[in-house]
């Protein structure tokens, strides 16, 4: 019994013990399932710090990436400052080297000998209200500095003018103090500058034509250069290198040697020379191939200037002839060569001093007709610039397609190929154009010579843009004037620029040039942007050599374009307050 009383404390204990140990187990279950709770937490804060730890590494990378462009950045700004240093570098050389050529060829053109027996020639002035003193100096320039056995005779055609010396002035000084030489005739009415060379023309009795416009000098030894090509080839019209005479100072500038070209406009325009037409036996004295001539200046045997068919006699006044006259020597048979020994100085003046009869547009009549009968399919390149063309009237040019077929031309095409190459990439890419390249010369920021709102004399109003004068690229038109509009206020600056609400400028299309005037951003290289406001209150675009005017007919929605510079208020502008 005893053994057994103790057996069954025992068992108790034990039981006892048991329900300790079932206790601390429970504990021990709960403690885990803390501890695992505790753990799933530091899963998830690891998982956190894991994320934490990738965006960081993101924005590490990310920040080094920035460091990296930042870096491709400056390169990238460096490079374009060593662009625009490499760009303004061969523009100077250009310059340079243009300018060495020409000292090299007058230095080398005193060594030259021509052939005693040249052709005589017969020297064509055509004028219309030009200044006395300048027809002089042209006429005596010529009878100075001519062989007196090469002068024929000066042919000097009066096209109707209306200047009161230009008649018994010039009678009398013509019949009492120029040599018999110079024969004087006068048109019954306006003919214009091409049919009134062509009557010169007839007048004329030596073996070679030269023509001349009324406001030049020739240089000294400026003829011989010219008869020797013609000597050798009947063909062949040559062109002197033009110099500048300032039409405010009247002093004599010797130009560089450059070659006529022109744009799909229709425009003229200098080209530079290739370096290969400069590296042959003769060097920078040697004739330059000329795709075109300015028109002004040229020489050609007189019964070649008749069997080429003369000038279009369609064509009125002025413009385009100059084109028309260059493709047709290259493309029936002959070629037009610049010639760097001889030199006539011609006054380039900042705008006609004489307008068309009635105002009509005389460059747009002839540039058609030019079109229509020598530029084949590629007239859609004019006329595309020009759509306002396309229905106008130009006259019956079957006359001069019978010729072009007589003298069995080439083609536009042709003429491209083998004469002007370099017109190619814009007609096999027609919606090409070659834009200006603008360096910005000058961070200062321009000295203000006037400021106000721009007001046009013919019409009272003011000149606003069409739409906000923050428009990039938008068009400006006439508006009643408002002094309270800011955006109505102009300044003009010492470049010459023309800033509307201290924003954008004034620009005009130098490849498109029928194009309305627009405002653009500054970009201070002048060109395109810069203009000229002188006492006649007329805006002289410098780029295009046109005047700022009223669209005509002047309408209600005061449209405003390019034109060339007239006396009419239709072109006159003040600045005011």
């Not at 005193?110 to 002035?125: E, F, G, N, Q, T």
């Not at 759509?387 to 106008?392: D, K, N, T």
Request: with cysteine.
């Amino acid at each position: 019994l005893i053994v057994n009383s103790w057996l069954v404390i025992v068992i108790s204990w034990l039981f006892v013990v048991n329900s300790w140990l079932v206790i601390v187990i429970s504990w021990l279950f709960v403690v885990n399932s803390w501890l695992l709770i505790v753990i799933s937490w530091l899963l998830i804060v690891n998982s956190w710090l894991l994320i934490v730890n990738s965006w960081l590494l993101i924005v590490n990378i990310l920040s080094w990436l920035l460091i990296v462009n930042s870096w491709l950045l400056i390169v990238n700004s460096w490079l374009l400052i060593v662009n625009s240093w490499l760009v303004i570098v061969l523009s100077w050389l250009l310059i340079v080297n243009s300018w060495l050529v020409m000292v090299v060829s007058l230095s080398r053109c005193r060594d030259k000998v021509y052939p005693l027996a040249l052709p005589s020639a017969s020297v064509v002035i055509c004028f219309f209200n030009e200044a006395f003193s300048a027809l002089l100096r042209t006429v005596h320039s010529v009878l100075d500095r001519t062989p007196a056995y090469l002068l024929h005779e000066i042919i000097l055609v009066d096209d109707h003018s209306e200047l009161e010396e230009l008649k018994e002035d010039l009678d009398r000084y013509v019949s009492q103090e120029l040599l018999s030489k110079v024969k004087l005739v006068r048109n019954q009415k306006r003919e214009g500058l091409i049919r009134g060379r062509m009557i010169g023309a007839s007048h004329a009795s030596g073996e070679v034509l030269v023509f001349l416009d009324s406001h030049c000098e020739v240089n000294s030894d400026w003829l011989q250069p010219l008869l020797t090509p013609i000597l050798k080839d009947a063909h062949t019209v040559v062109c002197p290198v033009i110099d500048i005479i300032s039409a405010d100072t009247l002093t004599y500038s010797p130009s560089p040697i450059v070659r006529g070209g022109f744009n799909w406009g229709l425009h003229f325009k200098w080209d530079p020379v290739p370096p290969a037409q400069l590296s042959g036996p003769e060097g920078a004295t040697g004739p330059i191939r000329s795709p075109t001539m300015a028109g002004g200046l040229f020489a050609m045997n007189r019964k070649y200037f008749n069997e080429l068919g003369q000038y279009d006699s369609g064509m009125d006044i002025w413009g385009g002839e100059n084109l028309e006259i260059s493709f047709r020597i290259w493309m029936c048979g002959g070629q037009l060569l610049i010639v760097p020994c001889s030199r006539v100085g011609h006054i380039f003046r900042k705008r006609r001093p004489y307008g068309s009869p009635g105002g009509q547009d005389t460059m747009a009549h002839n540039s058609l007709r030019l079109a229509n009968v020598w530029m084949d399919d590629y007239k859609e390149q004019y006329l595309s610039l020009r759509p306002e063309l396309r229905e106008r009237s130009f006259g019956d040019v079957s006359e001069r397609v019978a010729l072009r077929k007589r003298l069995q031309c080439h083609s536009f095409r042709w003429y491209l190929d083998n004469v002007y190459p370099e017109m190619q990439t814009v007609v096999n890419g027609n919606k090409q154009q070659h834009q200006p390249l603008f360096i910005n010369k000058n961070l200062r920021r321009p000295k203000v010579l006037q400021r106000g709102r721009l007001r046009n004399l013919a019409t009272g109003r003011c000149l606003v843009a069409q739409g906000r004068a923050s428009q990039k690229g938008g068009v400006v038109v006439l508006r009643p004037c408002d002094p309270q509009d800011p955006e109505q206020d102009w300044s003009f600056d010492e470049e010459g620029q023309l800033v509307l609400a201290g924003l954008l400028c004034l620009d005009v299309s130098e490849v498109r040039t029928f194009d309305p005037p627009r405002l653009m951003k500054c970009h201070g290289s002048g060109g395109s942007q810069q203009w000229i406001l002188g006492k006649s209150n007329r805006l002289y675009q410098v780029s295009v050599g046109q005047c700022l005017a009223v669209a005509q007919p002047i309408g209600p929605k005061g449209y405003v374009s390019m034109a060339i510079c007239d006396a009419s208020e239709a072109q006159q502008w003040q600045l005011e307050n």
